[in-house]
């Protein structure tokens, strides 16, 4: 049965405060950031929203996955897990073996994200012909069973959404278990999708797991276009995203996703993301994009690269990615189509046709969203897609009043 949430006069002003906000969306980021506040209360949470409202701009008509407006199945999305049985594997061509590191304690953990660690497993490159959009998607060793969700859904093997090639990968690093290691070699000779450091597989390592995801792209597809990093609960509407970034008429200095805005260091010594006055004084971080989906042209990811000597080491990950793309003075650009840590409905509007990301999904969901868009769910009205990310935005907040 559906119950109302009370927890008295405090989470009421916040409902209040996200509904006025609910009002504004469509006239601009304070509406936005309205509902970011209001629902910051109202769930007693901290955090911070987009930095501005951007529209449809005309591309989710003919970029989504509704039926007869570039779905899937016209775009040519791989629905299958394929991948080369082993192909471009490093195996002999100088990087380190797994069984060399005997103990996780032993591998790359300090704070110097200057030094490489080795790399233990690595897929093929990207040769002279470079996808329009790589996708990297950081995961943790044992979630087999997420990446082999996106393998079947959004993520499927150098899919061409909207005609644009894409290629999706893993990044892990060692199981903080050995024994797990082995399914994961085995699982790289069935997929050839897999990238693996040899650094802890911890969430301490996950700025070091950026850096290094970062460094193989620049290093192994130096002419891509466009990389997304994702995590790997989210789903990602690539035809929708990619048709997007063909919008520019060149791949530009882009630093793409939600702003996270107003963010203060955590202080407090027990905390996860603490970070010492010593380390980072400043009383506020710079802008930033939500870590769980944000894009970078290739170009940006060499500058944020080139940048990270002269930055301090600091979690999470996105925030030491907004401070590199500071340094190299790059400015985030805001995008109301990325959920941020937000979650979503599974409506086949709102994931077929309005929204590039969205975040907190299990295995089951992703297929569950997945099919609903190769069905006849997949798509808009005229009244649904005229309203938009407001709509999305009215529908989450209903979904967290009413569950």
């Known amino acids: ?48 929203g987009g930095g501005g409202h951007e529209g449809l701009r005309g591309g989710a008509r003919g970029a989504g996955f509704a039926k007869g407006a570039g779905g899937a199945a016209e775009a040519g999305l791989a629905k299958g897990a394929g991948g080369a049985d082993g192909a471009g594997l490093a195996k002999d061509a100088g990087t ?12 790359a953990a300090d704070t110097d994200l200057a030094n490489d660690p080795p790399v233990l497993l690595s897929p093929r490159g990207c040769g002279p012909t470079p996808p329009f959009l790589l996708v990297l998607v950081p995961s943790a060793p044992s979630h087999s069973a997420r990446r082999q969700a996106i393998r079947e859904t959004w993520g499927g093997a150098d899919g061409r959404p909207g005609g644009l090639p894409t290629r999706t990968l893993f990044v892990l690093g060692v199981p903080t278990v ?70 520019f008429r060149r791949a530009p200095r882009l630093y793409l996703g939600r702003i996270h805005w107003w963010v203060r260091p955590q202080r407090d010594p027990r905390g996860r993301h603490h970070v010492p006055v010593a380390v980072y004084p400043a009383a506020a971080f710079p802008l930033y994009c939500s870590g769980t989906a944000y894009v970078l042209s290739g170009e940006a990811a060499a500058a944020v690269l080139a940048a990270a000597p002269r930055v301090p080491f600091v979690t999470p990950e996105d925030v030491w990615v907004g401070l590199c793309a ?14 941020g840590s937000a979650r979503f409905p599974l409506d086949g509007c709102c994931y077929g046709e309005v929204l590039f990301s969205s975040h907190g999904l299990g295995p089951g969901e992703l297929r569950r969203v997945w099919g609903l868009l190769q069905g006849e769910g997949g798509g808009c009205n005229a009244l649904q897609r005229a309203l938009g990310v407001l709509r999305c935005k009215a529908l989450a907040v209903g979904e967290w009043l009413w569950q």
């Open 326 to 339: 500071q340094r190299a003075g790059l400015a985030p650009r805001h995008s109301a189509r990325m959920a």
């Open 96 to 107: 380190a073996n797994a069984a060399s590191f005997a103990s996780v304690a032993a591998l």
């Open 178 to 247: 050995p024994a797990e290691q082995p399914a994961v070699r085995a699982e790289a000779r069935r997929h050839g999708d897999l990238l693996q450091g040899a650094f802890a597989d911890t969430y301490a390592n996950l700025t070091r797991k950026t850096a290094f995801l970062l460094r193989w792209a620049t290093r192994r597809c130096p002419a891509v276009p466009f990389i997304l990093k994702a995590d790997d609960d989210v789903f990602v509407n690539l035809p929708a995203l990619t048709n997007y970034l063909a919008s």
């Open 1 to 48: 049965m559906w119950r109302w949430r009370r927890r008295g006069g405090l989470r009421g002003a916040g409902l209040a405060l996200a509904l006025a906000g609910l009002a504004l969306v469509g006239g601009g980021g304070w509406g936005e950031e309205l509902v970011a506040a209001g629902l910051a209360v109202w769930r007693e949470r901290g955090g911070g």
